[in-house]
């Protein structure tokens, strides 16, 4: 399946954003999804997951409190709602969906969107 996240912009410290990750054809209801990020000179990191009821929800601990996974399967479409941002959430953010994998890690995802980026200033 081919993603489309959106919902990236510039915000200051302790602002909010909701991302959202679409499917571009197809449905998104038979997979699981997670957000993973990168910020400039770091590798990719893990941010949160939901299986494809919902039910399971994983969280990076560095955003645990402060963003919540979310997801409407009649709108096709999962959230990330980004709550008390900080400068060291500035990344790019990208999601990803697999198939009945429950997984947290970047190889647990065969399907990419191609990213939205993410700005915190100060």
């Known amino acids: 399946v081919q993603l489309q996240a959106s919902g990236g912009g510039s915000v200051q410290a302790g602002g909010s954003l909701r991302l959202s990750c679409a499917p571009s054809?197809?449905?998104?209801?038979?997979?699981?999804v997670g957000w993973f990020r990168q910020a400039p000179g770091k590798e990719r990191e893990f941010v949160a997951a939901i299986s494809l009821s919902g039910v399971s929800i994983y969280y990076a601990v560095s955003v645990k409190g402060r963003f919540t996974i979310s997801r409407d399967n009649a709108k096709n479409t999962v959230y990330l709602q980004m709550n008390s941002l900080k400068p060291e959430d500035t990344a790019i953010y990208y999601c990803?969906?697999?198939?009945?994998?429950?997984?947290?890690?970047?190889?647990?995802?065969?399907?990419w969107g191609q990213g939205t980026l993410v700005t915190v200033s100060s």
């Open positions: 990803a969906a697999e198939v009945g994998k429950h997984g947290t890690r970047e190889t647990d995802f065969s399907s």
């Open positions: 054809g197809g449905t998104f209801s038979s997979y699981d």
